[in-house]
């Protein structure tokens, strides 16, 4: 029954709540300065914007904890903004965090990249910088992109899981076919290949940076494979370690250190580290040289150089020494120039080659990947 | 690959049965409910604050369904009771638990809850395939499978579920009769709502036992699409909840079995086959209630 047609009382509610966003300034003293030894003569304020939750156990959190730690430093400001979707209210956030007085803007997620180089371009006031890497074309005075080579300690993961699988075959669950999850595919299963030849990598992708669902959905699937030890490249983890765990089986992390998540299921993982970096690049900013620095540019930290703010996680009980040392090892070689994961020869899964024998390929190279290689089952999602 | 297919479709199915069944029963009593997903977002992290708090999933599923029935209420409120749009309603309630949730959900994402233990029945799960498919699951899938009976019962057997379906087709007679119309669809939104947010929490504390933003992925749209294409029955609705499950674990089966299927084509497969499926059964025998065409043209 519908009494009298004429009311629309509901609507306002709805748009309002929608439409708030939190900005929250980190908590905290200044003063000890943390672990970190940076020297800020100018204090300034530093804004974090991030596409999830900084609760995600994953890749936000990481960036949550970097926040955290630059906190601490003297002289140095944070504002943290989360659950910011790729559009255009990375705009707003950035832009209310300018008029706060915000002077140094880290926009940490790969799809930020446009709405961050257009905010730079309008605002010559404030530095921006976009954490993901790769982006070629000549950058204003006041922005750069970063990241780390993320196949390097994925590769030492794919040694932990190729060591502890019983059935020979372990799983890795992506989202989408992007260079990045390529590079981590292979990775890994080179990785695995070099302690066990027997092994096969099976491949699943949920099409979705963080689908519970699909996530669950594609452990189940490969459970039934007999996969026995699990990785992925997803943004949030919590749902894939718990289904893994719940199953008596293994996996490495991604993003974030879930050890205490992942109980008896952990071997390794790769974790993020990014407050180093970060601390160097507002430092940078504080004494006026972020103009024509390394930061002012693709920034990319490796192994050789000393300096990928990716990082090797901590052991589980189920890798023992042995296979750590090994480990330890690889990271060893990895870091002498020259080294490289993608050492030839290396071919895809139709036989043609990747790498040639006697090459090794460049970060470039890596990031234009785009076939699954020999030992890996399963197929890139086709468009 | 059939077997997995099937049981992994009757377990990520049934967080879309209650949904729909919850649908059904709106739709019945001549109200469509587009807050569906609204619904199951608000039982999604109802049921895993309450399952981080008493470190039990029933308890998780329970706040979930109180929930479903808290935001309904809001829907109710505005549509029954101050004649507001249905549509427009349903979609406001929709933003509004999506903001909510993800403003409230910040500090719960991705904490573990345990979730559900399977309970594989005795000596029925040992029937060859169909011991897999039906009874392996958790105690929830065996509920979703009595709701459907129930429901049907319900509607068809007993004197309420007629004042529904006399709601649903010709309000002026159920008043005239001397019962309320008015009553009989708050109550019935009620009900509906309390089934949305059982499936937003099964999905939440049932299945993948934690929480992340927006993790409903509007399957609650979903929900309210199959009852329209199942042409308003019991049977055909929980069929087509069942096939949408077994279309997203088709999804992920074919790849880890190493077949390469065109990707845009696999994410639309739940969507296309349900509703292709679901208008081919339904296309000679649909018999909308009347009420509900009334309610969404302008008068």
Redesign the interface.
């Known amino acids: 029954?519908?009494?009298?047609?004429?009311?629309?009382?509901?609507?306002a509610?709805?748009?309002a709540?929608?439409?708030?966003f939190?900005l929250s300034a980190c908590g905290g003293d200044d003063g000890d300065g943390g672990d970190l030894d940076a020297d800020i003569e100018n204090p300034l304020s530093v804004g974090l914007v991030m596409v999830?939750?900084?609760?995600?156990?994953?890749y936000n959190?990481a960036v949550a904890d970097a926040a955290a730690e630059l906190d601490e430093i003297e002289g140095v400001d944070v504002v943290t903004a989360?659950?910011i979707p790729e559009n255009n209210s990375v705009t707003d956030t950035m832009q209310s965090m300018a008029d706060q007085g915000v002077e140094v803007i880290f926009a940490t997620s790969y799809g930020y990249f446009d709405y961050a180089l257009d905010f730079a371009e309008e605002n010559p006031e404030v530095t921006v910088l976009h954490q993901g890497g790769f982006h070629s074309g000549d950058f204003p005075e006041n922005f750069g992109t970063y990241w780390g080579a993320a196949y390097e300690p994925v590769s030492l993961g794919g040694m932990a899981a190729g060591g502890v699988t019983e059935s020979d075959r372990i799983g890795f669950v992506y989202a989408f076919?992007v260079a990045q999850s390529i590079a981590n595919i292979n990775g890994f299963h080179l990785g695995a290949q070099q302690v066990n030849p027997d092994v096969s990598t099976?491949?699943?992708?949920?099409?979705?940076w963080?689908?519970?669902?699909?996530?669950?959905?594609?452990v189940?699937?490969?459970l039934?494979?007999d996969v026995d030890v699990f990785s992925q490249h997803q943004d949030?983890?919590?749902?894939v370690?718990?289904?893994v765990e719940?199953a008596g089986e293994h996996i490495v992390g991604y993003h974030y250190d879930a050890v205490d998540?992942a109980g008896e299921a952990w071997l390794t993982g790769s974790t993020w580290n990014w407050a180093p970096l970060m601390s160097e690049i507002v430092e940078t900013v504080s004494v006026d040289e972020f103009t024509g620095s390394e930061f002012n540019d693709n920034w990319l930290g490796t192994f050789a150089e000393g300096n990928n703010p990716l990082e090797l996680g901590t052991f589980g009980d189920a890798v023992d020494e042995d296979l750590q040392n090994q480990i330890l090892e690889e990271e060893e070689r990895l870091s002498q120039e020259g080294e490289s994961v993608f050492s030839g020869p290396i071919l895809c899964q139709d036989g043609s080659e990747l790498v040639a024998e006697g090459e090794v390929a460049t970060y470039e190279e890596v990031n234009e990947f785009d076939c699954l290689i020999e030992g890996v089952?399963?197929?890139l999602?086709?468009? | 690959m059939i077997e997995?297919i099937f049981a992994?479709g009757i377990a990520?199915g049934t967080?879309l049965l209650f949904p729909s069944l919850g649908e059904l029963i709106n739709q019945r009593a001549g109200v469509t409910n587009l807050g569906t997903e609204g619904g199951m977002l608000g039982g999604a992290l109802a049921g895993v604050i309450a399952g981080l708090a008493t470190g039990s999933a029933w308890w998780g599923l329970a706040a979930g369904a109180l929930a479903g029935v808290a935001v309904a209420a809001?829907f109710a409120w505005?549509?029954?009771l101050?004649?507001?749009?249905q549509l427009?309603?349903g979609l406001?309630?929709w933003?509004?638990m999506?903001?909510?949730t993800?403003?409230i959900?910040?500090?719960?994402?991705?904490?573990?809850v345990t979730?559900l233990s399977t309970m594989p029945i005795p000596v029925l799960a040992e029937i060859p395939f169909l011991g897999r498919v039906l009874f392996t699951h958790d105690p929830l899938v065996y509920g979703g499978f009595l709701a459907i009976p129930l429901l049907w019962w319900f509607l068809t057997r007993t004197r309420a579920g007629l004042k529904v379906r006399a709601t649903g087709e010709r309000?002026l007679v159920v008043?005239a009769a001397g019962h309320s119309?008015?009553r009989t669809?708050f109550t019935a939104l009620l009900a509906g709502g309390a089934l949305t947010g059982l499936g937003g929490a099964y999905?939440?504390v049932g299945?993948?036992?934690?929480w992340?933003?927006d993790?409903t992925?509007g399957?609650g749209f979903v929900a309210v699409a199959v009852v329209i294409f199942s042409a308003w029955r019991v049977g055909w609705t929980a069929g087509g909840a069942y096939l949408f499950g077994a279309m997203?674990?088709t999804?992920?089966?074919l790849?880890?079995?190493?077949?390469?299927?065109?990707?845009?084509l696999?994410?639309a497969l739940p969507y296309l086959v349900t509703l292709v499926v679901l208008v081919i059964i339904s296309a000679r025998r649909v018999q909308q209630p009347e009420a509900l065409s009334a309610?969404l043209s302008t008068?």
């Open positions: 029954m519908i009494p009298n047609p004429q009311r629309k009382t509901t609507a509610v709805g748009a709540l929608t439409a708030m939190v999830g939750s900084e609760q995600d156990a994953g959190q989360d659950q076919p099976h491949v699943i992708n949920t099409s979705d963080c689908d519970p669902v699909r996530q669950q959905d594609a189940r699937s490969l039934n494979e949030c983890q919590s749902t370690i718990q289904a719940e998540l089952v399963g197929n999602a086709q468009d | 997995i992994s990520v967080a809001i505005a549509v029954v101050r004649g507001g749009n427009a309603s406001i309630v933003f509004l999506l903001g909510l993800s403003v959900g910040r500090d719960y994402v991705g904490q573990g979730s309000p008043d119309a008015v669809q999905l939440s299945q993948v036992g934690n992340s933003t993790m992925n399957y997203i674990a999804a992920s089966v790849q880890a079995r190493g077949f390469a299927v065109n990707q845009h696999l994410d309610a008068r």
